[in-house]
């Protein structure tokens, strides 16, 4: 894949070094690496509907993906999970993943580093509205995902994001913080794992910072540093919010060496059995 916009200059570099994220504009070329992937998408649904016995639209990427999907979970919730356990196999998607740029944006944002994929951190996220259970409220990435302190999340719509979808909100140069401490708490609202993560102090240390939520086509790119604070929007259109994340690593760092780079809750590793110190009691948190 070549491509003119997936260059970072050390202008970028810079600028992703002081606010934590990069907006790259058209880093990948829509026909050429995203379309296959929404082809896929189609693909599936429509086996899916077909299998499930519902009848909705499925003749284009884009019926599919915001009416027929919905139509489908709204039919049988569950069938979403197979939905979203199908795609991301989906050869284009993992061509994307793993293509020869993402190795070179990386190393230009993390120069003399060893590069590597973070398994089980790559996936397509289906952001529906007003669900808040899967919602990524504010955190940092290398809780949920560990592997290195020294990683990078890469992160593309498959979709147009308008504002009422609830673009990613980042917390502009919060990665300055260092690591943060975690709890755990449900908070009432049914999440597990990652998604019962909370920050210590997350209104006082968000009170700081700068919050940003960029619009982004297919092709766009955010880059976003692993201790950068985010979270996702709130989709309050009615439109799923379709999305591709994926997290690269540097061998390198040394408590990615230290913990042997192991994975976090997509590998069954939980935050607080790998690094105690960054884990905090509820009540010491507030």
Wanted: with cysteine; glycine share 8%.
């Amino acid at each position: 894949m070549t491509n003119a916009n997936a260059k970072i200059t050390n202008s970028q570099r810079a600028d992703f070094d002081t606010k934590g994220y990069l907006v790259m504009r058209g880093f990948y070329d829509p026909t050429a690496d995203i379309a296959p992937i929404q082809e896929g998408i189609r693909q599936i649904l429509e086996l899916i509907c077909r299998k499930h016995g519902v009848d909705a639209p499925t003749e284009t990427t884009h019926d599919a993906m915001t009416v027929a999907y919905p139509k489908l979970i709204a039919k049988n919730r569950a069938w979403g999970g197979e939905v979203y356990d199908a795609i991301k196999q989906i050869p284009a998607f993992m061509r994307l993943v793993t293509n020869i740029i993402n190795d070179e944006a990386f190393k230009v944002l993390r120069p003399d580093s060893v590069p590597g994929i973070a398994a089980g951190g790559y996936g397509i996220r289906i952001d529906n509205p007003g669900e808040e259970k899967f919602r990524a409220q504010w955190h940092q990435e290398f809780p949920g995902q560990l592997r290195s302190v020294d990683g990078v999340v890469f992160w593309t719509p498959l979709l147009p994001v308008t504002q009422d979808m609830g673009p990613v909100q980042i917390a502009e140069g919060s990665h300055a913080e260092g690591l943060v401490p975690v709890y755990e708490d449900d908070a009432g609202a049914g999440k597990t794992g990652a998604y019962a993560l909370h920050l210590d102090r997350a209104e006082e240390r968000l009170s700081r910072y700068k919050h940003v939520a960029p619009l982004t086509n297919p092709g766009d790119l955010v880059l976003m540093d692993f201790l950068t604070l985010h979270q996702s929007g709130h989709n309050v259109s009615t439109t799923p919010r379709w999305s591709i994340q994926f997290r690269y690593f540097n061998y390198l760092e040394p408590v990615g060496i230290r913990i042997g780079w192991k994975g976090s809750f997509a590998a069954g590793v939980k935050f607080a059995d790998v690094l105690p110190e960054l884990s905090v009691q509820r009540e010491a948190a507030e």
